[in-house]
């Protein structure tokens, strides 16, 4: 069926970085756009940008910019969110999510927790 | 301070129906980008139960019905039961002088009474 599945939580220091890693299967992985959404402990949903799978070309919303970086590897259906310079707010769940022709986010991945504390 | 606004909670007794209003503005809803619905039980990714105004995906119940006017959208549930409690979210495209993409509402706790 088709289905993301990504990696597991991770528990990181501040000022480290962090490589999740979301993998497609049960489609054409280069038919449908990847995007990421964020969503704090308690919070709401946030997106945080989507990556051509086409291209590889990615985008990133405001806030988004800098520390964060989209990429994929093909070859293995798999879409990668990558943060460095880790801060205790980045601490939250992030999902990859599957984006159709009308916009909708139609799959989502299970979401993976990071959490960042010294 | 999200850019669709949602009222953080509503509630009904089971077999009532409720709404949950999703309100924008010309940059967006108003602008005719289309509005999808989700449903996030605890714990759980969210799930698409709305797009494009008002469709529903295969094997979400006619239960659940969405419907756009103007600068806002609603998702009606009717027939209320216990395993609709849940957060839904409204999500659509934003266009303005700032910038464009993806924006979602704050979210809406349906709490069955």
């Known amino acids: 069926q088709v289905q993301l599945v990504q990696s597991g939580s991770e528990l990181k220091k501040p000022g480290a970085s962090v490589k999740v890693s979301c993998k497609a299967s049960?489609?054409?992985?280069?038919?449908?756009?990847m995007n990421w959404v964020r969503q704090a402990p308690g919070q709401g949903l946030e997106w945080m940008g989507w990556?051509?799978?086409?291209?590889?070309?990615?985008t990133y919303a405001q806030g988004f910019t800098g520390r964060f970086v989209f990429s994929l590897d093909t070859s293995v259906s798999t879409a990668y969110l990558q943060i460095s310079s880790l801060k205790a707010e980045d601490t939250a769940v992030y999902y990859c999510?599957?984006?159709?022709?009308?916009?909708?986010?139609?799959?989502w991945g299970q979401g993976t927790m990071v959490t960042v504390s010294s | 301070q999200s850019v669709l606004t949602q009222p953080p909670s509503v509630s009904g007794a089971p077999g009532q129906r409720v709404t949950i209003s999703c309100t924008g503005s010309?940059?967006?809803?108003?602008?005719?980008?289309?509005v999808h619905w989700y449903q996030q039980l605890p714990g759980t990714a969210p799930k698409l139960l709305i797009y494009?105004?008002?469709n529903r995906p295969s094997g979400v119940p006619d239960r659940f019905s969405g419907s756009k006017s103007g600068t806002s959208a609603s998702l009606a549930i009717t027939g209320l039961q216990a395993e609709d409690e849940a957060d839904y979210y409204c999500?659509?495209?934003?266009?303005?002088?700032?910038?464009?993409?993806?924006?979602f509402g704050g979210g809406t706790k349906l709490t069955v009474l």
């Open positions: 999500q659509s495209y934003d266009s303005s002088l700032s910038g464009s993409g993806v924006v």
């Open positions: 010309s940059s967006n809803i108003g602008a005719g980008y289309d």
């Open positions: 999510d599957r984006s159709t022709s009308s916009g909708a986010f139609d799959i």
């Open positions: 990556i051509n799978t086409n291209t590889g070309n990615p």
């Open positions: 494009g105004n008002s």
């Open positions: 049960g489609y054409t992985f280069t038919s449908y756009a």
